[in-house]
């Protein structure tokens, strides 16, 4: 897991094929980014942009974690906590679909508050529940990168 400001994207460039292009898509998001799906190479990169004007707690609900896709969480605007754990310590409670490339899992979570112009890598090791708690008023812009591997 990587997690550090969009201010420090050019750290991150070269670590995948994808990360520079996708890295210029999240930091040139601002609040008003309309919703939606932003399509970088078509089965292998996007982004999609989505507003969260009120969010459930998510204490207690199971992460989720993939194999074939790189997610990157970015917070255009607001604030939340993350939940994430390693995925080897945690137990498997709906095993893995590769249809939708997820599975889900429970466990101890670990707690990250997220601001707005942090982001949040995870690889298939790290489980993760974004959004677990919206702790800004008003509505949370935040973007989800999907990467292939």
Do not use: Q
Request: glycine share 6%; aromatic share 10%.
């Amino acid at each position: 897991m990587i997690t550090d400001s969009i201010k420090n994207k050019a750290l991150y460039e070269g670590v995948h094929k994808y990360f520079k292009e996708v890295l210029e898509v999240l930091s040139s998001l601002t609040p008003d980014s309309p919703a939606g799906k932003i399509v970088i190479d078509e089965g292998n990169a996007w982004v999609n942009v989505s507003k969260i004007e009120e969010s459930a707690d998510k204490t207690g609900k199971d992460f989720e974690a993939h194999r074939d896709f790189i997610d990157i969480h970015y917070l255009v605007s607001g604030s939340e906590i993350f939940g994430y754990a390693y995925l080897g310590d945690l137990e498997v409670t709906v095993e893995f679909d590769p249809a939708r490339d997820c599975l889900f899992a429970k466990g101890h979570v670990n707690e990250l508050k997220l601001s707005s112009g942090e982001f949040i890598v995870t690889y298939p090791e790290d489980a993760h529940l974004p959004a677990m708690k919206k702790l800004s008023e008003g509505t949370t812009t935040r973007a989800i990168a999907k990467i292939r591997m």
